[in-house]
T-cell receptor, first 113, second 113 residues
């Protein structure tokens, strides 16, 4: 089944404790991205990657890191999480830059206390 | 710049009622327009799209027409069901934003039996 998977689905952590949210897609898509969803703000893009070893900042990159060492994986790293990073995070992929449909993972709900 | 404005929710309707969710946009160039749907506890999925003026996208009984003269892409359904309860996002993409998706804030739809 074609899908985007994220882990963990739920995470509660404390301020400053490094964490990684994994994202993997099995559709051989070139383009992957991370979003955060907050009430009233819709989806805001954190980082995106057009291909292996090619990443770029989205609208809200501060406090996040990403890497794209292989095509299928695009982990999101929070080196020192803070409470304002409490949010619902989505990973998404699509076949290429001009491909219209994005495929979303199920989301990761992160709480930082 | 590029932006999407959606009507605020929640929108509450009775089953079999007619639905309209308004979406207007500003964009440089010629955007493609999308509606995505997010069911409770899930990621977003593409509902319908339109890539040029006067195109009508349709899926699962939902329709939206790309109106360049009014810069709108309103979502409609003639008879809603309880299973349509979800959050609906309007989005656009344009060449000059490297086809990044620009999102509206989302509209929560609640259908009562």
């Amino acid at each position: 089944e074609a899908q985007v998977t994220q882990n963990p689905r739920y995470l509660i952590t404390v301020t400053g404790k490094k964490l990684t949210v994994t994202c993997s897609q099995n559709m051989n898509h070139e383009y992957m991205s991370w979003y955060r969803q907050d009430p009233g703000l819709g989806l805001r893009q954190i980082y995106y990657s057009m291909n292996v070893e090619v990443t770029d900042k989205g609208d809200v990159p501060e406090g996040y890191k990403v890497s794209r060492k292989e095509k299928r994986n695009f982990p999101l790293i929070l080196e020192s999480p803070s409470p304002n990073q409490t949010s619902l995070y989505f990973c998404a992929s699509r076949p290429g830059t001009v491909s219209y449909e994005q495929y979303f993972g199920p989301g990761t709900r992160l709480t930082v206390t | 710049g590029n932006s999407v404005t959606q009507m605020e929710g929640p929108v509450t309707l009775s089953e079999e009622a007619f639905l309209t969710i308004n979406c207007t946009y500003t964009a440089t160039g010629y955007p493609s327009l999308f509606w995505y749907v997010q069911y409770p506890g899930e990621g977003l999925q593409l509902l319908l799209k339109a890539t040029k003026a006067d195109d009508k996208g349709s899926n699962k009984g939902f329709e939206a027409t790309y109106r360049k003269e009014t810069t709108s892409f309103h979502l409609e359904k003639g008879s809603v069901q309880v299973s349509d309860s979800a959050v609906y996002f309007c989005a656009l993409s344009v060449l000059d934003s490297n086809y990044q998706l620009i999102w509206g804030a989302g509209t929560k739809l609640i259908i009562k039996p």
